[in-house]
């Protein structure tokens, strides 16, 4: 017997245990943890730079992370599941670039969008059948998508840009409901119904029995490889649909696009609170994950850090949360023993 | 005589629990001695400070009368004791002989390891061991009972005068077992003092010199074996009678709820016939590898299917996959909770629904007091001692995690409940309990299947028994005429006379 299970003896046999003081406990939601930090960083900058919390600062930022919310939630599932999507950044741009030829050929703003989001589906689709029933890891296989869907981007483009689309496509990303950009609304609302999905649909509950453990999972009468499948076709969906929408925002598609989100993007998550062994994360953590790191970001630029900077800060941010993550599990451990006492 | 070990007070408080107190042990030469006590007594931590992954907080240890303080494993190795720890430690990817020299491989010249020589080494270690296994070997192909070995070999390489084994034969079959007892007396009788830590009294009986017993971190009292009792023994573990480990047995059994006609496993050639009836407890002994597993995972649709025709209630069934089986309210419990059973880092609430999200959900979202009455259900029907409903799995002690993993089964209201090694690894008051409420699963007329290494659970939970030999059912007994020994013969493959 370790001392682990001894501390759980001792705390089965005592029924006295004292639950931890609300703060405490409220602090060991990752969730408001993150939001005291994203505030304090917040009031710290405001205070420094005397206009951080301006509406122009705070549309700069959400506008900049907005199509990066979307790409959130996929990626938070892929994570539960105890895989990851790194092809996210080449579907984004596959995505915008799917769309961009589709409208150039003149075909209805819809259905390019639909184009857009269905190169999407099917590299997603590639992804799951290659990770479920060729059993390639998660790793290799979208590793293999990062190259194939930038690859199809920039040979269809040729490697410039595509420019000169519908201006009736532009309202997507630029245009405002009662003032606040369309982006902004469309990465709320995923944000929010993936968010309740993952938190309480009982078909995505099952993404957290397949990233806790995957055999019992399956030993419990789950559909394994057809959650994983699920999981990655949803992953690469959203990357594409935020590709679309970059587009629109942008009027132009970039075929160099979203190089390096997939990193930021799964970062965001971990801070947010997923594990890279699956089995817990919630959508709403990885939005503030992200929101951390664009504040951070966003101060920099405010100070006027120089840009080189920026990156050796995001390591930085990144391993120190984690880490601190890490210590505080172990830290609350302990102290939940003492109480037993 | 002087004893060869001897740990005196010892004590050694862990965040929120007392591990040791006070606790004492004495080892004389060439004895095996055994240490005995219920999960959570202190046996595993005494142990970790005698050979040094733990140091105490008080209390001294003394080697041939020398007092020593090891400060980690290596150094309590290099004064003579060794540890094989009831997870093995070996690494399946090199091979035997890498596995058991592997701070001390001979080299060239060039500080290049001497294969040729290391070979010839393991060779000779292994011979005088009586151990036969190829030093070649790559350890991920050995069997379990051989890794152990070679453990145990890597163990004694380094001429430890004390061998620690932590529960080394609940992996193994009892002929495995009896396999390494034998060697473990062989190695007594040429002077090592083995420390052994089993949950198994048979086994103790069979082999150990002298008991020593812990309860709570304390010292309870050390007897020679040929004293006193397997009861003795129990109630210095638990501190009171126990009374009888295993319910009465049924007095009825109803109608053929299961029909299994020659289903094939893919590796054999003649196929297994068998039926079970409502209410019946069945049990299946067996060698490791006999088939006993592989049977039950085909039933309920885990593996690829053997061939064969199932029939329940009268209706024939396909069964593809594990989802299938749950739907016809056919459940199984793995014999590796850890790796197949439970999710570990969840709640006991999310660990219960697992099977039965469904239930607990309505228009395709889980109805959060759904789930809390399930769990709470389930919680007090099996006694699980938990502070709540939503406490980590990981955090229960190993009788509380298989009750977690029971009331996932029993949540599905099965029809029919394969279990596999349902008592492995647990102490023994959660294990009477396991047994009770399986049979009073079986009264309210569920069929059990249960699968089990350890005859005297076979013997004492089934009301009929079969044995598998090499993938085959070989041999068939009532809980009347069945006995170890002709279970023992018919599973060694040995025509019954």
Not at chain 1, 256 to 276: K, P
Not at chain 2, 78 to 89: K, P
Not at chain 2, 314 to 320: R, S, V, W
Not at chain 2, 330 to 336: A, Q
């Amino acid at each position: 017997m370790d001392d682990a299970t001894a501390l759980h003896q001792a705390s089965n046999r005592d029924d006295t245990i004292k639950t931890p003081n609300l703060l405490t406990r409220l602090l060991q939601v990752r969730e408001l943890a993150l939001i005291l930090l994203i505030i304090v960083i917040g009031a710290a900058l405001h205070l420094i730079t005397g206009r951080f919390f301006t509406t122009p600062n705070l549309n700069a930022i959400s506008l900049g992370f907005a199509t990066s919310a979307i790409i959130v939630f996929g990626m938070t599932a892929a994570l539960v599941s105890g895989g990851f999507d790194l092809s996210v950044g080449s579907v984004f741009a596959m995505g915008g670039v799917a769309a961009a030829v589709a409208l150039r050929a003149d075909l209805p703003i819809p259905l390019a969008m639909l184009c857009g989001v269905g190169s999407g589906i099917l590299a997603g689709l590639i992804n799951g059948l290659l990770i479920t029933k060729v059993q390639i890891n998660p790793f290799i296989t979208t590793l293999g998508m990062l190259g194939i869907a930038r690859g199809v981007s920039l040979a269809i483009t040729e490697g410039s840009p595509l420019a000169q689309l519908p201006t009736d496509f532009l309202i997507y990303g630029q245009g405002k409901i009662l003032g606040i950009p369309n982006l902004i609304l469309i990465a709320l609302i995923t944000i929010l119904i993936g968010d309740i999905l993952m938190r309480r649909s009982s078909a995505f509950r099952q993404i957290y029995y397949v990233g806790g453990n995957e055999e019992a999972a399956r030993l419990s009468g789950i559909n394994v490889d057809r959650v994983k499948l699920g999981v990655y076709v949803l992953s690469a969906m959203l990357a594409a649909l935020a590709g679309v929408l970059s587009v629109s925002r942008f009027t132009v598609a970039d075929p160099g696009a979203g190089s390096g989100e997939e990193l930021r993007i799964i970062a965001a998550c971990i801070i947010g609170g997923c594990s890279l062994r699956g089995g817990k994360g919630t959508v709403i953590g990885g939005l503030l994950g992200l929101i951390f790191v664009g504040f951070i970001n966003n101060g920099m630029i405010l100070l006027r850090v120089p840009v080189y900077w920026q990156q050796l800060a995001m390591g930085v941010v990144l391993l120190l949360a984690v880490g601190f993550d890490t210590f505080s599990q172990r830290w609350q451990g302990r102290s939940r023993g003492k109480k037993t006492v | 005589m002087q004893p060869t070990l001897q740990a005196k007070n010892i004590s050694k408080q862990f965040p929120g629990t007392l591990a040791l107190d006070n606790a004492q042990l004495e080892l004389l030469t060439g004895e095996i001695h055994a240490v005995m006590g219920e999960n959570g007594a202190g046996k595993s931590t005494l142990m970790k400070i005698l050979s040094g992954v733990y140091s105490a907080d008080s209390g001294e240890i003394y080697l041939d009368g020398r007092s020593i303080s090891p400060s980690n494993p290596r150094e309590a190795l290099m004064l003579g004791i060794g540890i094989v720890h009831q997870e093995l430690s070996v690494i399946p990817t090199l091979t035997v002989a890498e596995n058991i020299f592997p701070g001390h491989l001979p080299t060239n010249f060039l500080g290049m390891v001497n294969y040729r020589q290391l070979f010839h080494d393991t060779q000779h270690v292994l011979e005088k061991m009586q151990v036969h296994v190829n030093p070649r070997a790559l350890v991920e192909t050995l069997s379990i009972a051989n890794q152990q070995l070679v453990e145990i070999t890597k163990a004694l390489s380094s001429n430890c005068k004390v061998l620690i084994l932590d529960e080394p034969t609940s992996a193994l079959t009892d002929s495995e077992a009896d396999r390494l007892l034998g060697l473990l007396r062989r190695l007594a009788d040429e002077g090592v003092s083995i420390l052994y830590i089993s949950h198994k009294l048979k086994e103790i009986f069979a082999i150990a010199d002298r008991v020593t017993v812990l309860r709570d971190g304390r010292y309870i009292g050390t007897e020679k074996v040929s004293n006193i009792t397997p009861d003795h023994v129990i109630r210095m573990m638990v501190g009171r009678e126990l009374g009888m480990m295993y319910p009465p047995k049924s007095q009825k059994t109803g109608a053929a709820l299961l029909n299994v006609r020659d289903l094939r496993l893919p590796y054999s050639e003649r196929g297994n016939s068998f039926e079970l009836y409502e209410g019946e407890v069945l049990a299946f002994a067996g060698l490791i590898g006999s088939g006993r597993s592989e049977l039950a995972r085909a039933l309920f649709g885990a593996d690829p299917k053997a061939e064969g025709e199932i029939v329940l209630n009268g209706t024939p069934i396909n069964i593809q996959s594990p989802k299938d089986a749950i739907e016809l309210g056919i459940g199984y419990l793995p014999e590796d909770r850890k790796a197949a059973g439970l999710f570990l880092d969840m709640s006991i609430k999310l660990n219960v629904e697992a099977a039965v999200i469904e239930e607990v959900s309505m228009g395709g979202f889980v109805a959060p007091p759904k789930e809390r009455t399930l769990a709470e259900q389930y919680v007090k029907r099996l006694n699980i001692s938990t502070p709540s409903i939503e406490q980590e799995v990981r955090r229960l002690s190993g009788g509380n995690q298989q009750k977690a993993l029971v009331a996932k089964w029993l949540s599905i209201k099965p029809k029919l409940l394969i279990v596999d090694e349902p008592t492995r690894g647990i102490d023994v008051g959660a294990k009477k309990e396991i047994h009770f409420l399986l049979r009073a699963l079986a009264d309210s007329g569920v069929g059990i299947i249960i699968i089990s290494s350890e005859l005297p659970e076979v013997l004492g939970m089934s009301d009929r028994i079969l044995v598998m030999h090499e993938g085959v059912i070989a041999a068939e007994f009532s809980a009347a005429d069945a006995t170890e020994e002709n279970i023992i013969r018919a599973a060694s493959g040995q025509k019954s006379e």
